[in-house]
């Protein structure tokens, strides 16, 4: 149960983020980390053009939240505010917790506020929780979904949700429904839909989006114009959403939020001042950076292959491996790295500080889409490693559609092989497309700044929104 908010505290804990009196926006994110940072990135873009945001959280990860200037967090529950989740494989018993916790105690957060001088507009919901539209019809406000894939992904999860497209889903299928998209081959499509038998829950979830999307307001999706323009053309009737992104930093992009230089939310330590210290040593476009995200697990086997082809390569690399994968990497690699300043392993960093390092050269990545972003709005190179869901997809787009980097294949037992790696390494690193690559990583980047900044598609679409909550906060004040 969440007590009723004392609003000076809360103002000073977390920053008071009044905006102008017109429109207040409660922000809603999935609990993990690829879902809270482009949310609360977007809070603070509300924040910056004057809104009132608030972002709403559980409590088991609102203590990974530090201080944002603007932004005030407020918790709700997801039903194990105790840290104890239920087992691994029971996704669907989490996702109805939550629908259940979350609801009640997101709308005593709407409740707490509706008499105070700042009452809520709008919520903004991750579309994995639909529940919360439906938490904001019930008090009369507006409703925003909110999508953390690519444009292109969502617009085939829309497809089938709309029974435009099978499953088990073949290529010729996407090809049909989305005219405008790549020629998929299969095991580029989303594992969800290639083989919906593999992972039920997570599919249940993504399909659980639509449910109800045709009550929202709007719709957004953390992606911009010039990335996806031609891919999602003629696809609104479908799936109405607008571009706002990338949501990235602002610092790293447009630099119109003051003191925007990193997400504000970290559910593990950042070793950011070690990883620099070495990276400044270290010459210009020499490093590969190789990180897995939060999530992917590689088998002992793949860390082995990977850690061969680094050993063998002699490049300078920055290697992030969780403390739970430590043991899977060879006993000699770890004290041959120990004892040579050839590379560097750590179990986190602040990924965005490290691509926009100036020694950084190439991203070898699993392809989740804040990943994916972050390489495209920082200009780097990439080597695509996807495990599951929307990575492979994205993994085909690095490749085939934006050119910025290469997706090593896996041989007939599902592995990627060292001998496949060293030439990957090489070929980012200084192959006959290296320079080319480079300026295409170089042209998006430049794009995904332009997007965000003062007239760009992405701002201009946040723009809109913000006017639209201003002149709904207006009429409603001016109904009393």
């Given amino acids: 149960m969440i007590e009723k908010r004392d609003e000076n505290n809360v103002a000073k804990a977390h920053g008071d983020g009044d905006g102008d009196g017109y429109g207040h926006v409660v922000v809603v994110p999935y609990p993990s980390q690829g879902h ?7 809070a603070k873009r509300l924040a910056s053009k004057g809104m009132k945001a608030t972002l709403a959280t559980t409590k088991n990860t609102i203590s990974s939240i530090s201080y944002l200037q603007n932004v005030a967090v407020e918790p709700i529950s997801d039903g194990y505010d105790d840290g104890v989740h239920p087992q691994a494989g029971s996704e669907d018993v989490f996702l109805n917790s939550f629908k259940s916790n979350g609801s009640k105690t997101l709308a005593r957060l709407i409740d707490s506020y509706q008499n105070s001088s700042a009452p809520v507009t709008c919520v903004v919901y991750d579309a994995f929780l639909p529940w919360a539209l439906d938490v904001a019809k019930e008090y009369g406000l507006l409703g925003a979904a909110f999508f953390t894939n690519s444009a292109s992904v969502c ?18 299928q996407v090809k049909c429904a989305l005219p405008k998209m790549p020629l998929f081959k299969g095991n580029d499509l989303p594992t969800f839909l290639r083989k919906p038998e593999s992972y039920p829950a997570y599919l249940a979830m993504k399909l659980s989006q639509f449910t109800n999307l045709h009550l929202a307001d709007y719709v957004f999706c ?31 992009l447009d630099g119109r939020i003051e003191g925007d230089i990193g997400y504000g939310s ?6 950011s001042e070690k990883c620099k210290e070495w990276l400044q040593s270290k010459p210009t476009k020499s490093v590969i950076y190789i990180s897995f995200g939060s999530m992917v697990s590689l088998t002992q086997e793949q860390m082995e292959e990977i850690a061969l082809a680094l050993k063998e390569s002699n490049y300078y690399f920055l290697w992030v491996v969780r403390e739970s994968q430590i043991s899977k990497l060879p006993k000699e690699f770890q004290a041959e790295i120990s004892t040579t300043d050839k590379g560097m392993i750590v179990t986190w960093c602040n990924q965005l500080e490290i691509l926009a390092h100036e020694a950084t050269a190439c991203f070898v990545t699993h392809c989740g889409w804040n990943s994916t972003l972050e390489g495209l709005s920082l200009g780097i190179p990439m080597i695509g490693i996807p495990q599951w ?3 492979l ?8 559609v934006w050119g910025v980097g290469v997706w090593p294949k896996e041989d007939e037992k599902g592995m990627i092989r060292k001998e496949n790696l060293r030439d990957c390494f090489k070929e980012i690193m200084e192959g006959k497309r290296s320079r080319e690559r480079r300026e295409n990583a170089m042209k998006w980047r430049e794009l995904s700044k332009k997007a965000v900044n003062y007239g760009g598609s992405s701002d201009n679409h946040v723009e809109d929104f913000v006017q639209h909550l201003r002149c709904t906060s207006c009429a409603s004040k001016n109904k009393f």
């Fill in 266 to 271: 970290s559910l593990w330590k950042p070793l």
């Fill in 36 to 42: 809270i940072n482009p949310l609360l990135q977007f």
């Fill in 155 to 172: 617009a085939i999860f829309a497809c089938v949700s709309r029974g435009l497209i099978n499953l088990p889903l073949e290529p010729d």
């Fill in 389 to 391: 869901s929307d990575q």
């Fill in 222 to 252: 953390n992606s911009f114009q010039d990335l996806e323009s031609e891919v999602i053309e003629g696809v609104t009737d479908k799936w109405p959403a607008k571009l706002i992104g990338p949501m990235v930093p602002s610092a790293y």
């Fill in 393 to 400: 997809p994205d993994a085909k787009f690095i490749e085939e």
